[in-house]
């Protein structure tokens, strides 16, 4: 008869855990850390499964390498092991510590959880899973609250979220007398506007290391190191969250939509990369910007308006994951859309001026703000056609703050209404007037953004209007596209003819020969 092992517990750590207060170690908080060993596994396997951005890389593993040497400071036994997979170093580790159980936070990915299950009946104790606390939110209690209601609209969670957590209200009214300033938040850039330098981090010796590894083995990846400034620390971490509300939060509200030619990151906080790592908590973000306004200087327009994406767009993208994910919404695809993702994407070698612009500033940074990913690259995906699937492992590949349970809701759902309307009440869909309102790209375009058809007419618009044609019997069910749809009435059947066949030869002339096409599935295994 085998007895279980009766050792210390240990705790491993995910590379999107890197909190001191993860719910792991703060489930031990009563011991001492020299009695509680951990471990954290740079895995590889993991790098090479997609085609994950090199900032990316370069980010997770600095950002661990330097929390496992902040734990080692702070007392606990830390072993940091470089491997190919997972199941070995936890093995040894387990058997070495003689474990008698290996806590370990809910990874925040459905697909990884399989994995943990996989691996737990290979280690010789069990793996304990405690709920994720990186977020306002459990997954039980968004479950909860979505289940039997007739409409699931982020507008009614954010309301229940700052009733619930008690932010930005005045008893049982929201503070200014209005839930939600977006009307005001919607203006295009301004010449002239100088804005903020963001914080820069040069790369110390933890990070070169990275650097140097990321380079070498894994250097085919998607993006480019000739710079990397991130922060990888808590304590940077932290500095940006300040130098946001001191110099940026003032201003982000009204103009959090804009766009701007050689400006990549405007009045953006930059901040999603370290709440996904878990190096800052939403709560702190939220009750800095909170606190900011309540002593003043801040309006609540630049408040309520960053409040929102946390409180309300990341915490409603994650918890429609935790509740649709297991019903199959990974494989939405309400237009049956099925092109292929234009190697441009990849290359970013397009005359569109504005994808241009996006696509290289993505190469550069891994980062691009959420109307760019919205109503730019979304918005091409869906009005020209490309399969949803392609597009949202794109998204993944590329983005530095990207994980499974962002980029499913956020692009299926938000970007390309593949859903069928559960996430939102109508395809964010705009033609090139849009862009042109928003941003000055159109102003340095080969492309007219006025023109439907021609030579010069640009892609936008031709997508837009054909995607209306093709689609018009499902979007006359949505009630807010009704009004939209009248302007095919009073289309002559010439221009129809026109908008369609130029949509059809973008498509004839865009098909890559196999040589072009990169990369392939079989590069990095999905």
Same mark, same amino acid.
């Given at each position: 008869?085998? &007895?279980?092992?009766?050792?210390?517990?240990?705790?491993?750590?995910?590379?999107?855990?890197?909190?001191?207060?993860?719910?792991?170690?703060?489930s031990l908080a009563a011991l001492v850390p020299e009695r509680i060993p951990v471990i954290l596994i740079e895995s590889s396997t993991w790098a090479d499964r997609r085609?994950?951005? $090199?900032?990316?890389?370069?980010?997770?593993?600095?950002?661990?390498?330097?929390?496992? $040497?902040?734990?080692?400071?702070?007392? @606990? *036994?830390?072993?940091?092991?470089?491997?190919?997979?997972?199941?070995?170093?936890?093995?040894?580790?387990?058997?070495?510590?003689?474990?008698?159980?290996?806590?370990?936070?809910?990874?925040?990915?459905?697909?990884?959880?399989?994995?943990?299950?996989?691996?737990?009946?290979?280690?010789?104790?069990?793996?304990?899973?405690?709920?994720?606390?990186?977020?306002?939110?459990?997954?039980?209690?968004?479950?909860?609250?979505? &289940?039997?209601?007739?409409? /699931?609209?982020?507008?009614?969670? @954010?309301?229940?979220?700052?009733?619930?957590?008690?932010?930005?209200?005045? +008893?049982?009214?929201?503070?200014? +007398?209005?839930?939600?300033?977006?009307?005001?938040?919607?203006?295009?850039?301004?010449?002239?506007?100088?804005?903020?330098?963001?914080?820069?981090? *040069?790369?110390?010796?933890?990070?070169?290391?990275?650097?140097?590894?990321?380079? =070498?083995?894994?250097?085919?990846?998607?993006?480019?190191?000739?710079?990397?400034?991130?922060?990888?620390?808590?304590?940077?971490?932290? =500095?940006?969250?300040?130098?946001?509300?001191?110099?940026?939060? %003032?201003?982000?509200?009204?103009?959090?939509?804009?766009?701007? &030619?050689?400006?990549?990151?405007?009045?953006?906080? /930059? /901040?999603?990369? @370290?709440?996904?790592?878990?190096?800052?908590?939403?709560?702190?973000?939220?009750?800095?910007?909170?606190?900011?306004?309540?002593?003043?200087?801040?309006?609540?327009?630049?408040?309520?308006?960053?409040?929102?994406?946390?409180?309300?767009?990341?915490?409603?993208?994650?918890?429609?994951?935790?509740?649709?994910? *297991?019903?199959? @919404?990974?494989?939405?695809?309400?237009?049956?859309?099925?092109?292929?993702?234009?190697?441009?994407?990849?290359?970013?070698?397009?005359?569109?001026?504005?994808?241009?612009?996006?696509?290289?500033?993505?190469?550069?940074?891994?980062?691009?703000?959420?109307?760019?990913?919205?109503?730019?690259?979304?918005?091409?995906?869906?009005?020209?056609?490309?399969?949803?699937?392609?597009?949202?492992?794109?998204?993944?590949?590329?983005?530095?703050?990207?994980?499974?349970?962002?980029?499913?809701?956020?692009?299926?759902?938000?970007?390309?209404?593949?859903?069928?309307?559960?996430?939102?009440?109508?395809?964010?869909?705009?033609?090139?007037?849009?862009?042109?309102?928003?941003?000055?790209?159109?102003?340095?375009?080969?492309?007219?953004?006025?023109?439907?058809?021609?030579?010069?007419?640009?892609?936008?618009?031709?997508?837009?209007?054909?995607?209306?044609?093709?689609?018009?019997?499902? /979007?006359?069910?949505?009630?807010?596209?009704?009004?939209?749809?009248?302007?095919?009435?009073?289309?002559?059947?010439?221009?129809?003819?026109?908008?369609?066949?130029?949509?059809?030869?973008?498509?004839?002339?865009?098909?890559?020969?196999?040589?072009?096409?990169? *990369?392939? %599935?079989? $590069?990095?295994?999905?």
């Amino acid at each position: 008869m085998t &007895t279980a092992p009766t050792g210390p517990e240990g705790v491993w750590i995910l590379g999107d855990q890197l909190h001191p207060q993860q719910a792991a170690l703060a489930s031990l908080a009563a011991l001492v850390p020299e009695r509680i060993p951990v471990i954290l596994i740079e895995s590889s396997t993991w790098a090479d499964r997609r085609n994950y951005h $090199q900032q990316k890389l370069v980010l997770v593993w600095s950002a661990m390498r330097h929390f496992a $040497q902040e734990l080692r400071v702070r007392g @606990y *036994p830390v072993t940091y092991v470089e491997s190919d997979g997972f199941a070995e170093p936890l093995q040894a580790w387990a058997k070495q510590e003689q474990l008698s159980q290996i806590r370990l936070m809910q990874p925040a990915d459905i697909p990884f959880r399989a994995e943990v299950e996989k691996l737990g009946s290979t280690l010789p104790c069990p793996i304990v899973l405690l709920e994720n606390n990186h977020f306002f939110w459990t997954s039980r209690s968004f479950i909860d609250w979505a &289940t039997g209601r007739k409409r /699931l609209l982020m507008e009614d969670f @954010y309301r229940e979220g700052r009733k619930r957590f008690r932010i930005l209200m005045d +008893g049982n009214k929201p503070l200014g +007398g209005r839930w939600n300033y977006d009307r005001e938040n919607r203006k295009p850039p301004k010449a002239g506007i100088r804005y903020p330098t963001p914080l820069y981090f *040069p790369p110390d010796a933890l990070t070169q290391a990275v650097i140097q590894k990321v380079k =070498q083995c894994h250097g085919q990846h998607f993006g480019s190191l000739t710079r990397f400034d991130w922060a990888v620390t808590r304590s940077q971490a932290l =500095q940006v969250l300040e130098h946001f509300i001191q110099a940026k939060l %003032p201003h982000f509200g009204p103009w959090q939509d804009a766009m701007q &030619t050689g400006e990549d990151f405007l009045y953006h906080a /930059l /901040l999603s990369p @370290y709440l996904n790592l878990g190096l800052l908590t939403p709560q702190e973000v939220v009750a800095a910007a909170e606190a900011a306004y309540t002593q003043g200087g801040i309006p609540i327009t630049s408040a309520e308006g960053f409040i929102r994406q946390i409180l309300g767009w990341r915490e409603y993208m994650r918890g429609l994951y935790e509740y649709q994910m *297991p019903k199959g @919404y990974n494989q939405n695809n309400f237009f049956d859309h099925t092109r292929p993702l234009p190697n441009f994407f990849w290359t970013t070698d397009t005359d569109m001026a504005c994808l241009q612009q996006t696509l290289k500033q993505i190469h550069r940074h891994g980062y691009a703000h959420h109307i760019q990913r919205l109503m730019l690259l979304s918005n091409f995906a869906l009005i020209s056609g490309i399969q949803p699937q392609a597009v949202e492992a794109w998204f993944h590949d590329v983005f530095i703050d990207s994980y499974d349970w962002v980029m499913q809701t956020n692009v299926l759902g938000m970007g390309l209404f593949a859903d069928g309307g559960l996430l939102a009440s109508k395809p964010y869909a705009a033609s090139a007037q849009y862009i042109h309102k928003m941003s000055d790209y159109c102003r340095n375009c080969r492309y007219n953004h006025s023109e439907k058809v021609g030579e010069h007419a640009c892609p936008f618009n031709i997508f837009y209007w054909d995607f209306l044609l093709r689609h018009r019997s499902l /979007l006359a069910s949505l009630g807010r596209m009704r009004l939209v749809l009248v302007h095919l009435d009073r289309m002559e059947s010439e221009l129809i003819a026109q908008i369609q066949a130029q949509a059809a030869a973008w498509w004839e002339r865009l098909q890559p020969t196999p040589s072009e096409r990169s *990369p392939s %599935p079989a $590069q990095f295994v999905r």
